[in-house]
């Protein structure tokens, strides 16, 4: 059974960082890309950004260049999103999702975890 579990959200003020991390299992972690979604209160899901199997080729949404960064342990099976200078426009639920829009995922992706709270507030 293909699992994704999410974890290290939380309340921060603005200006703030969080390290988010996906545990992955039950398929081959090492042969995926993999991706950060999320999705605000009354919005529709977002694309934050993915990475290739082999940590290379990250991408990200215009609104967070600079200020998040994706990367990845295989040898964990895990995954992280590195959150800083956090902005209340962050505030949102964050999912990891196996696979990567237009390297052979689909979109919206098929396989997402249940995702960790991000909250950005003074």
């Known amino acids: 059974e293909v699992q994704l579990v999410e974890s290290g959200g939380g309340l921060v003020q603005p200006g703030g960082s969080l390290r988010l991390s996906c545990a992955a299992s039950?398929?081959?972690?090492?042969?995926?890309?993999m991706t950060w979604v999320r999705q605000a209160p009354g919005k529709g899901l977002e694309w934050v950004s993915s990475?290739?199997?082999?940590?290379?080729?990250?991408s990200y949404i215009d609104s967070v260049k600079g200020r998040f960064t994706i990367s990845r342990d295989n040898a964990k099976s895990t995954l992280y999103l590195q959150l800083n200078s956090l902005q209340s426009e962050d505030t949102a639920m964050y999912y990891c999702?196996?696979?990567?829009?237009?390297?052979?995922?689909?979109?919206?992706?098929?396989?997402w975890g249940q995702g960790t709270q991000v909250t950005v507030s003074s």
């Open positions: 039950g398929f081959t972690f090492a042969l995926s890309h």
């Open positions: 990475i290739n199997n082999d940590g290379g080729s990250p």
């Open positions: 999702a196996k696979d990567r829009p237009g390297y052979g995922g689909a979109w919206p992706p098929k396989l």
